[in-house]
T-cell receptor, first 112, second 116 residues
């Protein structure tokens, strides 16, 4: 049974800081891994998706890496801004069209 | 293109009552998923439709939950009778059937259910 862990549960940083959010998973036989963002009262927005054959994906100030053998992924946010404050969720897909297994998320607060 | 929509956005009911949640996926998405987040826990999978067929319902907690997707378009999730532990946020997601490993699931805003 796949388990996804995100530690810490919450993080507060000053504006401008570069930061890394961690995600670990127990079963390395994954299809893909996604990072989502959730704002309070809103749905989930996909930020980055890494296929199992890839090692990283980049979008703007965001970079996500994947190390399947060690069961880890990181989301790097460069030059954080107050608008980055949200909950960041890591989710692992087992196969084509299959369900996602989520971590509990990391609630990020970027202080002006 | 309209995103995934869910109705209602909030629902407050008493224990023992019935509630029906609705999800309208993105047009053309054959995959439809229901997930639930209970307070303090991670988002957990409930079930997966491919068109009108249930592909995987391994996450459904018990027989008080009934999901349907008539005609392969919108889906409903009925909870009858509701219990206190059913409180949480119910998310719906959809995706293309042949999207491959780059295909993401698109999530709706969720329905916040509170059972008193």
């Amino acid at each position: 049974k796949q388990e996804v862990t995100q530690i810490p549960a919450a993080l507060s940083v000053p504006e401008g800081e570069n930061l890394v959010l961690n995600c670990s998973f127990t079963d390395s036989a994954i299809y893909n891994l996604q990072w989502f963002r959730q704002d309070p009262g809103k749905g989930l927005t996909s930020l980055l998706l890494i296929q199992s054959s890839q090692r990283e994906q980049t979008s703007g100030r965001l970079n996500a890496s994947l190390d399947k053998s060690s069961g880890r992924s990181t989301l790097y946010i460069a030059a954080s801004q107050p608008g980055d404050s949200a909950t960041y969720l890591c989710a692992v897909g087992r196969g084509a069209n299959s369900k996602l297994t989520f971590g509990k998320g990391i609630t990020l607060s970027v202080r002006p | 293109e309209a995103g995934v929509t869910q109705f209602p956005s909030h629902s407050v009911i008493e224990k023992g009552q019935t509630v029906t949640l609705r999800c309208d996926p993105i047009s053309g998405h054959d995959n439809l998923y229901w997930y639930r987040r209970v307070m303090g826990k991670e988002i957990k999978f409930l079930l997966h439709f491919v068109k009108e067929s249930k592909q995987d319902e391994s996450g459904m907690p018990n027989n008080r939950f009934l999901a349907e997707r008539t005609g392969g378009t919108y889906s409903t999730l009925k909870v009858q009778p509701a219990e206190l532990e059913d409180s949480g946020v119910y998310f719906c997601a959809s995706s293309k059937l042949a999207g491959g490993p780059r295909e993401t699931q698109y999530f709706g805003p969720g329905t916040r259910l509170l059972v008193l």
